[in-house]
């Protein structure tokens, strides 16, 4: 038992050293490959940094191209502060192409349709004339919102500019809601609460940014459709 457990482990041992011997025999490195071995060590320490001094190059004028774009639109729309801020805020504006910004401009200004009418939702008037007005208001916002989807679907396509006036017709209706919901509470003879009236003057902005981007874009585009000719 104990001699051959020692012949075990010798046999172990001598077929191991042997086996190093061997793979150190086997691994004699043919210089061709040693000096592409240092090219590709150098290749990764030089490469590198050059790659990830550039790709930060690159999307540092991306943010400041994109910016520009952004407040170049915005300069087209009567609320420059209040565009350009949900504009640059807006998931995924940084990487937009300039026809998309009409698009863009109208989502934000359905969002901010559904925001008014949730929050209309948590107040709790008791007299009817409020309860009427803000009935009205989540109606006319309900509208509003289902107008402004079918502009944003129309808007998915750079080719919407083809369809401009349709796009202008049904921005400048949805700008007309806000306007019908506050109408609501003077006819109702009610006073509006502040939060809901400053709720409603962004919804006015946001809308009339979208309709401002939108007829400067396709007003653009008829513009290079002539020149073109
Ligand atoms: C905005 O408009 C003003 C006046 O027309 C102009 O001086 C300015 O350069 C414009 N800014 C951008 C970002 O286009
Ligand atoms: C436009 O918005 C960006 C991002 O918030 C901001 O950095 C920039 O200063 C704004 N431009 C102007 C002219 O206010
Ligand atoms: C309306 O009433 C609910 C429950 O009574 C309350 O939680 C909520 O804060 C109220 N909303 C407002 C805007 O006062
Ligand atoms: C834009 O093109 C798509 C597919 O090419 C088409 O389905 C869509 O109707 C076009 N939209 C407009 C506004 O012409």
Same mark, same amino acid.
Request: charged fraction near 25%.
């Given at each position: 038992?104990?001699?051959?457990?020692?012949?075990?482990?010798?046999?172990?041992?001598?077929?191991?050293?042997?086996?190093?011997?061997?793979?150190?025999?086997?691994?004699?490195?043919?210089?061709?490959?040693?000096?592409?071995?240092?090219?590709?060590?150098?290749?990764?320490?030089?490469?590198?940094?050059?790659?990830?001094?550039?790709?930060?190059?690159?999307?540092?004028?991306?943010?400041?191209?994109?910016?520009?774009?952004?407040?170049?639109?915005? !300069?087209? @729309?009567?609320?420059? #502060?209040?565009?350009?801020?949900? %504009? /640059? *805020?807006?998931?995924?504006?940084?990487?937009?192409?300039?026809?998309?910004?009409?698009?863009?401009?109208?989502?934000?200004?359905?969002?901010?349709?559904?925001?008014?009418?949730?929050?209309?939702?948590?107040?709790?008037?008791?007299?009817?004339?409020?309860?009427?007005?803000?009935?009205?208001?989540?109606?006319?916002?309900?509208?509003?919102?289902?107008?402004?989807?079918?502009?944003?679907?129309?808007?998915?396509?750079? !080719?919407? @500019?083809?369809?401009? #006036?349709?796009?202008?017709?049904? %921005? /400048? *209706?949805?700008?007309?809601?806000?306007?019908?919901?506050?109408?609501?509470?003077?006819?109702?003879?009610?006073?509006?609460?502040?939060?809901?009236?400053?709720?409603?003057?962004?919804?006015?902005?946001?809308?009339?940014?979208?309709?401002?981007?939108?007829?400067?874009?396709?007003?653009?585009?008829?513009?290079?459709?002539?020149?073109?000719?």
């Amino acid at each position: 038992m104990y001699f051959g457990r020692q012949t075990d482990m010798q046999s172990i041992k001598s077929s191991h050293k042997s086996g190093v011997a061997r793979s150190w025999r086997g691994h004699v490195v043919p210089f061709p490959v040693m000096c592409s071995v240092i090219v590709v060590c150098v290749g990764i320490v030089f490469i590198r940094p050059i790659n990830a001094q550039q790709q930060q190059e690159e999307t540092g004028l991306e943010r400041i191209r994109s910016s520009d774009l952004i407040e170049s639109l915005c !300069n087209k @729309t009567l609320y420059f #502060d209040v565009c350009n801020s949900s %504009l /640059s *805020a807006y998931p995924g504006a940084d990487q937009a192409k300039r026809w998309e910004f009409a698009r863009i401009a109208a989502e934000l200004s359905r969002n901010d349709a559904q925001i008014v009418t949730d929050y209309i939702l948590t107040l709790n008037a008791t007299d009817p004339a409020s309860c009427a007005a803000l009935e009205d208001c989540v109606e006319v916002l309900d509208d509003m919102v289902d107008e402004l989807n079918d502009c944003i679907s129309l808007m998915a396509d750079s !080719n919407w @500019t083809q369809r401009a #006036d349709d796009v202008k017709t049904w %921005l /400048s *209706a949805a700008l007309t809601y806000p306007y019908t919901c506050i109408e609501g509470f003077t006819d109702e003879d009610v006073d509006m609460d502040q939060n809901m009236k400053e709720k409603s003057e962004y919804l006015k902005k946001f809308t009339s940014n979208a309709l401002a981007i939108a007829s400067y874009l396709s007003d653009e585009e008829s513009y290079k459709w002539i020149a073109d000719f």
